[in-house]
């Protein structure tokens, strides 16, 4: 199935553009969103989280209707990690992640089996009753995917989910990626180059606009994939200019 059918998509604030002109499918896989700061990556991942309505164009979620009077039942299926998101000292790390759980209607006697098996999938299964003012900021970060994973979404979004992971919890995130991209779809943004290597596809975007979808290899282009990223951008400025 097509998780994302995106149309024409534009989001002002005031009268700044946001984003303008994103057409794209997203399908089962992970996709990475890549793109200088203020390109539009965390819009574009806030209006896939029905969290901001376009100004403009349209976009279908997971085959709900583009803008249905109730979001709950497209919400229960939706996974969302924020680039910054608040998190309560005094939980521990499954009081959290249940918190979530429960927010996304997760069945009471599925709930703390989804919870154990989010904890686990992160590598805090042994960390569960640890209060999060303890737990370092990469272990935090990873409390967070554990509650974007907890209602099992078929629609998966993370913006900036490797920030403060040491490189060796990177790689095991990575790996995390590509299992749970196997069977949904995953969007996630992010600055790094190594974590775009491990999607299936990315879609560059500059200035709210896209300026390259592919696979990582397509825009690694035989060579480096950092020097590609550079080379799409300087060509659609140089077209803009
Ligand atoms: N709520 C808002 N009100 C006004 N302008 C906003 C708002 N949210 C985003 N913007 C503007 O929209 C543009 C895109 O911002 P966005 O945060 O989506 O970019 P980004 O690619 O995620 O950047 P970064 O890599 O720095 O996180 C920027 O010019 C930003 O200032």
New binding site residues.
Partial sequence: MTAIEIQDLA?R??R?R??DAITADFGTGVHG?L????????????VLATL?APSGGSVRLLGHPPAGADLRPLRREIGYLP?EFGWYPRFTAREFVEHFGWLKEVPAAELMPAVDRALRRVGLGDRADEKLKRLSGGMRRRVGIAQAIVNDPGLLLL??PTAGLDPEQQDEFRELLRELGRDRCVVL?T?LMSDAKACDQVLV?DA?RPVFRGTPAELADGGDLADGYRAVLGASRAGAA
Wanted: no cysteine; proline share 4%.
């Fill in positions: 989001v604030f005031g700044r946001a984003l969103l793109g200088p700061n203020g390109a539009g990556k965390s819009t574009l991942i806030r901001t680039q913006d900036e943004a600055h975007l709210g």
